[in-house]
């Protein structure tokens, strides 16, 4: 059995969280998973890359 990273149960809700939110924003599903797992994968690897905002200053700007 291989063992992989481990994340805490918040940073698994905010990973299930993130692709709720691009699956709302019409992003399919595949698609919202596999921008996850790019996250996850660069977290595990060490990397201090970020998620992406989730657009809500573009989308204020846009209602404006």
């Known amino acids: 059995m291989t063992s992989g990273p481990i994340f805490s149960d918040a940073q698994l809700k905010l990973w299930l969280r993130r692709v709720k939110t691009e699956m709302s924003k019409g992003t399919p599903p595949e698609a ?25 200053p573009q989308k204020s700007a846009k209602k404006s």
């Open 32 to 56: 919202a998973l596999d921008l996850v797992k790019a996250a996850m994968n660069a977290q595990t690897a060490g990397e201090t890359q970020p998620l992406p905002a989730v657009d809500v």
